[in-house]
């Protein structure tokens, strides 16, 4: 071993050209500030070798592998809003890092602290009003729809009822698909326009088809993900709207089936209002989320 001084520093060289600092005892600790270090050159491996402060507790080595070409393998960190410690666990075994790209397998079981989220196979929220968060793992898909005063309108149908609704709120993609259940809570504010009375009366429903009728009823795809459901009485123009998808009988799943193959099928919110004073066709807002559970069976092409 050759020991040398350099800028300082008391350096040591094994007979194999390693460098290192000698520990020595406390006043002989030193740290190094280096601008660029290169461990090894080509044909020659390089490792970086750290020691925890006990003794005789094994070590962390850092060691390049050959690459296929003449490249380079560049770790990186994004910027960080704050002070950060990254912990590498003890996976048991031998393991890789779970990368955003590539095609990996990751074995073990795993706890996740949130819910799994999903890029995969998902639709379309539509609106400005409108913002989607998409659950699942690109084949069983929840959707959570959040509608911020997404506007309502109402069109008055003389000596029956005041129908309508909000616009197409998701897309669905192409395909057979099945929704198994969905989940509406929010409120609705009418007379933004109009003169609706403070205390109207209505019915509620999610489906693939937007009101078109005045039959006092909503029916058919106008309520084929969550059935006609009646809210609450409003107060001074405000009316809780709370529905959720049922079966017809006990024996009966309550998932709907909806052939999106030839056209993809749209979600709209449906309204039925009564209110016999006022006859009045007008404007307002409906505020909530709609959670939807669905799955996509495929397409043809």
Known sequence: MKRMKYLGLMLAVLASGALFVPYGHAAERQNISLTNVDLGR?????TLDIFPSAIAKG???????????????????????AARTYTIPDA????????TAGAQTVGGAKTLSSTL???????????ATVSAVERGDGVL??????????????????????????????????????????????DLTLGTTGTIINTYAGIMSLGTA??????????TTEADIIASTATTEAVAKVAATDAYSTATLLTESG?????????????????IITDDVS????TGTWTGTITLTWINLGDYS
């Open 42 to 46: 080509s044909g020659w491996a390089g």
């Open 59 to 81: 070590k962390t080595t850092f060691t390049a592998t050959a690459n296929t070409g003449n490249t380079v393998t560049t770790v990186t960190n994004a910027a960080q809003a």
């Open 92 to 99: 048991g075994a031998s393991a890789s890092f779970v990368m």
């Open 117 to 127: 989220l999903t890029s995969s196979g998902v639709g379309a929220k539509n609106g």
């Open 141 to 186: 898909h929840q959707t959570v729809l959040t509608c911020a005063a997404t506007p309502i309108t109402i069109t008055d149908e003389a000596g029956s009822c005041q129908w309508g609704g909000t616009a197409k709120l998701y897309d669905f993609p192409d395909g057979a698909l099945v929704a198994i259940g969905a989940v509406a809570t929010g």
């Open 210 to 219: 937007a009101a078109t009728s005045a039959n006092a009823t909503l029916t």
């Open 255 to 271: 998932a709907a089936w909806l052939d999106g193959t030839g056209t993809a099928k749209d979600l709209y919110l449906n309204f």
């Open 279 to 282: 006859h009045t066709s007008g």
